[in-house]
T-cell receptor, first 108, second 112 residues
């Protein structure tokens, strides 16, 4: 059975304090690893797609990386507006299998 | 704004009732996916439609059904509602040949 696990469940950072979120996956035939941002009560917002080990993608203060078993979302010098839940998802078939998310809180 | 629209935004109903949730995909997208997000289960895939045809089913209860119409909008029908069906229901769409799914704002269903 395909499984996606995210850690930590919650993370509190001070503004400017860099950190990383982890997504580990056990799937057969990975066809893409996705990162989304979700604000409370809203739909997930697409951030990145990664396809192969060693691949990296960046957007503003966020950088996503992929290995054969894990993906990391690195947040550099976060700001309060980066507070949200970050979801990763693995695609084996067209649908996505999501992890439980990491709730990030950045304090000013 | 992802371009995916969902109505209604909120729905409050009673146990045993039936409701219909509606989704319009982004212009040009042929696929529609439905997901359920509850506090204890996270985001779970329910069903996938492509150009009017059902393509895959996930953890969808027999009390739930969906369809996609010729204009590509989709409806998710939930019947014999139970308290445990209270959740956020999202639809997503993507373009043929591209993997990224774009999510709508969701419908919050509360069953009392």
């Amino acid at each position: 059975e395909d499984q996606v696990t995210q850690s930590p469940e919650a993370l509190r950072l001070q503004e400017g304090e860099s950190s990383s979120l982890n997504c580990s996956y056990t799937v057969s035939g990975l066809r893409g690893l996705f990162w989304y941002r979700q604000d409370p009560g809203k739909g997930p917002e697409f951030l990145f797609t990664l396809y192969s080990a060693g691949e990296e993608k960046e957007k503003e203060r966020l950088k996503a990386t992929l290995t054969k078993k894990e993906s990391f979302l690195h947040i550099t010098a976060p700001k309060p507006e980066d507070s949200a839940t970050y979801l990763c998802a693995a695609r084996t078939e067209p649908e996505l299998t999501f992890g439980g998310g990491t709730r990030l809180m950045v304090k000013p | 704004d992802s371009g995916v629209t969902q109505t209604p935004k909120h729905l409050i109903t009673a146990t045993g009732q039936r409701v219909t949730l509606r989704c319009s995909p982004r212009s040009g997208d042929l696929s529609v996916y439905w997901y359920q997000q509850s506090l204890d289960q996270g985001l779970q895939f329910l069903i996938h439609y492509y150009n009017g045809e059902e393509r895959a089913k996930g953890n969808i209860l027999e009390r739930f059904s969906a369809q996609q119409f010729p204009d590509l909008h989709s409806e998710l029908n939930l019947s014999s509602l139970e308290l445990g069906d209270s959740a956020l229901y999202f639809c997503a769409s993507n373009r043929e040949g591209l993997d990224e799914q774009f999510f709508g704002p969701g419908t919050r269903l509360t069953v009392l």
